[in-house]
């Protein structure tokens, strides 16, 4: 009864998502993109992981670079399912292929696994401090927002040697904290995902992408792939006899 609850709530979700973005995407601009990242955890214990990830992305078909961005957080287990993290993103805007803005991103964020049978659902909450600067690196402006994920893996075929195909279904609501610019982004995002072992993945995920342009009422209506590679290393610490 929960399994098939939480099923229906994230179709009609997702659902919602899918007509608000219509009635934007008669006025908006759109794009595409394509986007490659690489995430990285390192377990140094049962309580304490180092997340990492870098990625880099382009626009119109590879034609020009769009952005990179790179991660590192501290993660603390504080049980099976639940988990918080402080970390620090750096970012760069291309134009006309060189770097135009730079952002320094501060991030905190909590995350709860839940398996629902075979159902394996995510949810997150990170809120982040964005600070902006130009191509010399002065200081131009500040931004505070949070931003709400929810996600679904849900299996589709087994394979031997603990091989599988998942599909991930989720959606991603990104909000400032200002009154007249409440509404950040929104993302859509779905796509399969091969495992294959227990410490690694490849995923290709569909992201469905609507945000507004700073200061303004236009918004921007995004076609994305979104390939990412993610890669777990247990770190064994030996203790000294």
Known sequence: MYLNTLIRSIILFVGIIFLYNGVFALQTNKYNQQWFQYYNQ???SNKINLVSDVG???KDEFKFKSQFITRTSLRFNINDNLFGSFGVA????YKNEKV?????????DIVLNKMCKKIEVNYRVRVEEQLFYDNNFNYNRFNFRTRF????VVPMLQFSNNKSLNLSIGNE???NAKKN???NQNRIL???VYKFNSTLNLSVIYNYQLSNNVGSDDYQEGQIIWVSVRHSIVKKITKNK
Do not use: W
């Not at 750096?90 to 805007?93: A, E, L, R, Y």
């Not at 135009?100 to 905190?108: G, I, K, N």
């Open 181 to 183: 610019e409440f509404f």
């Open 100 to 108: 135009h803005t730079y952002e320094l991103r501060p991030y905190q």
């Open 56 to 58: 880099l992305r382009y």
């Open 42 to 44: 390192v377990h140094f």
């Open 173 to 175: 609501f990104f909000m």
């Open 149 to 152: 994920i929810i996600t679904a």
């Open 190 to 192: 779905i796509g399969p």
């Open 90 to 93: 750096f970012s760069g805007q």
